[in-house]
């Protein structure tokens, strides 16, 4: 880590909920100390602990931010944690903090879903920059996530005969056509597609189908 001049002021830090923060784990006083001041220097919110046991009192699957891991560390290893917080859902990016000689376990790391590695001595700027790309990263999968279940949610509410109006609109169908094909007066097709169209939140079946492709 190279050193750095008096606190410069950046404003590329991405915009986060309130949770949203970079945990920092490394069981190197020093290095914690200097990874804080680092990214508050870049208005990155951090938080650092001294353990992955530690780490462990405050995660939950909802923890919102980026993780920055050390490999080694005494007590439970920041691949022992990596493995844990996945298997438990953790969809935080996290960052492996490594040594020369755990570049090849930083690697297998990352096709085990770890989403980066930097190795030590590593450059400070670009080391930030990382760290934000992986912050934009998870705020957008949490909006994705967020999009889908809404999507569900008003997907679960329509009846059983909206549900079929609505896939014959997705089909490109005209009314008459559903109509004909379910039975129904054309009056009635108007006031199912009406009604879609409101619960699921569109204004158009270009909307809905957008929508729905949230789904697969």
């Known amino acids: ?8 002021v950046f404003t590329d830090a991405p915009p986060a909920s309130d949770t949203s923060c970079v945990y920092i784990v ?3 006083e020093a290095i914690r ?3 804080v001041w680092l990214l508050q220097s870049r208005d990155v919110p951090a938080r650092a602990f001294a353990s992955a046991e530690e780490f462990l009192t405050l995660w939950s699957p909802d923890t919102a931010g980026c993780l920055l ?4 560390m005494d007590g439970m290893s920041g691949l022992a944690l990596f493995d844990r917080l996945r298997d438990a859902g953790n969809r935080m990016p996290v960052i492996f903090l490594t040594g020369h000689g755990d570049v090849p376990i930083a690697v297998a790391s990352l096709k ?3 989403h980066d590695f930097v190795e030590k001595p590593f450059n400070d700027n670009e080391l930030v920059d990382r760290i934000i790309e992986a912050l934009r ?3 957008s999968s949490r909006s994705q996530n967020s999009a889908r279940q809404d999507a569900a949610a008003r997907l679960a509410s329509l009846s059983p005969r909206e549900r079929q109006v609505m896939d014959k609109i997705i089909e490109g169908k005209l009314n008459k056509i559903i109509a004909d094909e379910l039975a129904i007066s054309m009056r009635t097709v108007e006031m ?3 009604h879609v169209f409101e619960k699921m939140g569109v204004k158009n079946s270009v909307e809905l189908a957008r929508m729905l492709a949230l789904l697969g």
Do not use: C, E, F, W
């Open 1 to 8: 880590m190279t050193s750095q001049p008096d606190v410069p």
């Open 26 to 28: 490394d069981d190197d």
């Open 33 to 35: 100390d200097a990874l």
């Open 69 to 72: 891991l050390d490999i080694r």
């Open 112 to 114: 085990k879903g770890a």
């Open 137 to 139: 990263l998870d705020a």
């Open 192 to 194: 199912h597609r009406a």
